[in-house]
């Protein structure tokens, strides 16, 4: 394993740790404890342990109990020990999916003081990971709550939270995960499971940005649609970044790279709504559509029909979605551009393309990344 680098230094000796009880090592010495491992890079972790209260009792605040955390990428688990020190009754076990060896010793010291603990050395990011947990019965008592009940509840168990990578491969994440909720796959099988995110302050911005915005991009488009997005504590209470945040930014990375990972970041709590716009088994055809209109964001919807954005012959949607005789809300002003259509009007769309008898068959998801299967196959 490789330190960091000065320039003129040399290699950093990395200490051999005799990891005994709950603290870790002094936050101003995190960098010499905790070098950047290729597994752990473009990842930013929680270290002030006054921050890590902060966002525990935010995310499981006072009246939760027995909740079951998937804690992901928690670095050498500053949070998780911020879990662990609220009221027990609110925490039934926590599941910590780490692959970097270099906080190994600082997790799995929480399993000898803590029986709610299991600490896998298992990537969050990988599907199969899940499917390997399922078989060791790690969600053995996890509770299913009906999505079609009158009440609907936020599920009252399972929560994950996750530090999201820096990278576009935290982004490509975030939208897999996004992609489930819609057609009850991964955890979301088992009800309306909430999210807790840590994530990169621009990720943050685009997953909200408004209509008419230049940010807003599919990413926001199907995050609204498919959650309620709430700032899990005030976004400037996270800064700045060094404050809170390992690694801090240094003049000396080898990696220029790593530079550029002291961005500010925020926490969320996204919440599945009951009633998503988006209908089981339809997660395809939105992908579709957004995705080829946004190719045009900036030209009227009716010009990209017209020019067969969405297939040859496109343009016989348009009185669809223009029909005077429909209600006032089913009538899509054609004169948007694509990064102007709030989720009501993709959805228009989506359901005209729907009814439409000669839309495209291949509508070309095999170029998306993997998608989890449902943990029960």
């Known amino acids: 394993m490789k330190g960091l680098r000065n320039s003129k230094r040399g290699p950093k000796i990395v200490p051999t740790p005799e990891v005994t009880g ?16 290729k ?16 966002l525990a009792e935010a995310f499981v605040p006072s009246g939760s109990r027995d909740k079951i955390i998937i804690d992901v990428l928690p670095g050498p688990g500053q949070l998780t020990r911020a879990l ?17 060896n270099t ?4 997790l799995k010291s929480l399993e000898t003081l803590d029986p709610r603990v299991t600490v896998y050395q298992y990537h969050g990011k990988e599907w199969d990971t899940y499917r390997k947990l399922k078989e060791l019965g790690a969600f053995d008592d996890i509770v299913t709550t009906d999505w079609n009940d009158g009440s609907s509840i936020v599920h009252p168990q399972l929560q994950f939270l996750m530090h999201m990578h ?48 230049p940010i807003r991009c599919k990413l926001g488009v199907i995050a609204q649609a498919t959650m309620e997005i709430q700032n899990a504590v005030d976004p400037r209470k996270l800064q700045p970044f060094e404050h809170h945040f390992h690694p801090k930014p240094m003049l000396n990375f ?58 040859p012959g496109a343009a016989n949607m348009i009185p669809k979605l223009t029909d005077s005789s429909l209600p ?40 998306f990344t993997e998608r989890p299967n449902n943990l029960n196959r």
């Open 22 to 37: 709950w603290e870790l090592p002094d936050i101003e010495k995190w960098r010499l404890y905790f070098p950047i491992e």
């Open 39 to 54: 597994v752990a890079s473009r990842r930013a972790n929680i270290r002030n342990p006054d921050t890590a209260q902060m």
């Open 84 to 100: 662990l020190k609220l009221p027990k009754c609110r925490i039934k076990k926590i599941i910590v999916l780490e692959p970097a």
């Open 103 to 106: 906080f190994m010793p600082y």
């Open 166 to 213: 820096s990278s576009i491969e935290g982004e490509q994440l975030l939208s897999q995960l996004l992609r489930c909720v819609p057609e009850r796959q991964w955890f979301f099988q088992y009800g309306r499971v909430p999210l807790n995110i840590i994530l990169p302050a621009p990720v943050w911005e685009r997953v909200l940005a408004k209509e008419s915005t």
């Open 254 to 311: 080898a990696d220029a790279a790593l530079k550029k990972g002291a961005i500010p970041h925020v926490a969320l709590t996204m919440t599945p709504w009951k009633d998503s716009p988006i209908e089981q088994g339809d997660m395809d055809i939105w992908d579709y559509v957004i995705r080829r209109l946004f190719v045009q964001k900036a030209t009227p919807v009716k010009k990209c029909l017209e020019s067969n954005s969405l297939g």
């Open 328 to 367: 006032e809300d089913s009538i899509l002003d054609l004169t948007k551009i694509p990064r102007n259509l709030a989720v009501h009007d993709w959805k228009l769309i989506v359901d005209a393309f729907k009814k439409w008898p000669f839309r495209p068959s291949e509508l070309g998801i095999n170029t």
